[in-house]
């Protein structure tokens, strides 16, 4: 299979610098003509966890799409709030077997399937981390392993090369419930995003008991949506839907000790990043701090707020976080443990407070 990788950042260079590393014919897209150029030039400079290395690969922006008509396999990186562009820059170029991988943190698998059609759409979770640095530099965090799977549970032949060949990169796993396993991802965004309204790393954020309270709550409200959709959770190493169903005591004491201890595997990043996770423990300040745009919240909450009116759930909490990131990305907001203290009241005010 041909793969055009849509992002060569740190999700898509990574994945995709290791693919053409073991032999796969695979083609960067993106936008930024000084990271194509680079990459073109030199190879991608890669450093972080697996040490340091320059692979040679090659790089196109998407005006030069038609290059690699008609498109064969398609794994989309980008950021979510980018994903409906880029899926109508590649549709002209697609064809009816084309296959589009959403390899991407969020929900936009609707946004696929609108686009591209649910036939055309492989689901995935990448469970590793890495950022690009420069043009053509990336720094890989924790590498970790890939969820896959086609949206109606079946291990179709596609589904079965597209696994080996994501192996090169990391180990890569078919799953029969995709959604499932998307959704477990996009819930635990909400414990993720919690800890850009601090200017700690997000291990050190979470050793206080009381923001390990504000993310258990955040956590909670947006499983209620997944639940009044049906949607049966997958467990991954960071998180495990059931310690969030608290009814007792017992139980807010075993989601503390679980918050608590899942967050040190997330400080790997830091012990061998040299830039972003060295310096901010979260992809979150990553984006909003040092490369001074956006980060993905707006979208992902807003597309968690659309589900919760289809399935009649309010999200107070996640509303309010969504507020004080938007402020800090503004600049209207410090990033301080005060912030906490907000997110705390509004779990008072909404009365989802976990029993103490």
């Not at 897209?29 to 290395?53: C, F, K, S, T």
């Not at 399935?311 to 004080?324: E, F, K, M, R, S």
Request: net charge negative; with cysteine.
């Amino acid at each position: 299979m041909r793969y055009a990788v849509v992002g060569a950042g740190g999700i898509g260079g990574l994945l995709g610098t290791w693919m053409a590393r073991g032999g796969c014919d695979v083609t960067f897209v993106d936008r930024r003509a000084e990271h194509v150029a680079a990459i073109n030039e030199a190879g991608m400079h890669v450093e972080g966890v697996r040490g340091v290395y320059r692979i040679p690969v090659q790089a196109i922006t998407p005006d030069q799409l038609g290059m690699l008509a008609p498109l064969d396999g398609v794994i989309v990186a980008v950021k979510s709030q980018d994903t409906r562009a880029a899926l109508e820059q590649l549709l002209p170029h697609s064809t009816p077997a084309t296959a589009f991988v959403s390899m991407q943190a969020g929900m936009n698998l609707g946004v696929f399937e609108a686009t591209v059609g649910r036939a055309r759409t492989i689901g995935a979770v990448p469970n590793y981390g890495g950022v690009a640095v420069g043009p053509g530099r990336l720094e890989a965090g924790f590498p970790n392993y890939i969820h896959i799977g086609e949206l109606d549970g079946t291990f179709t032949v596609r589904l079965q090369q597209l696994q080996r060949d994501l192996s090169h990169w990391t180990p890569t796993l078919m799953t029969s419930n995709i959604v499932g396993a998307v959704w477990s991802k996009f819930v635990y965004g909400s414990q993720i995003m919690c800890t850009a309204v601090t200017d700690k790393a997000s291990g050190e954020a979470m050793a206080a008991l009381p923001h390990r309270r504000v993310a258990g709550a955040l956590v909670r409200e947006a499983m209620r949506v997944s639940d009044a959709l049906g949607i049966r959770l997958e467990p991954f190493d960071f998180f495990d839907p059931e310690p969030y169903r608290v009814e007792t005591n017992g139980g807010t004491e075993g989601l503390m000790f679980w918050i608590e201890h899942a967050w040190p595997r997330h400080e790997v990043f830091r012990k061998y990043g040299k830039h972003a996770f060295a310096n901010t423990g979260s992809i979150w300040r990553w984006d909003i701090v040092f490369q001074k745009r956006a980060s993905e919240a707006t979208v992902f909450i807003e597309t968690l707020a659309q589900y919760a009116r289809q399935a009649g759930v309010d999200i107070p909490l996640n509303t309010v976080l969504l507020q004080l990131i938007q402020e800090i990305e503004r600049g209207t907001r410090q990033m301080a443990d005060d912030n906490f203290d907000i997110l705390a009241a509004a779990v008072h005010e909404a009365g989802q407070a976990l029993p103490v």
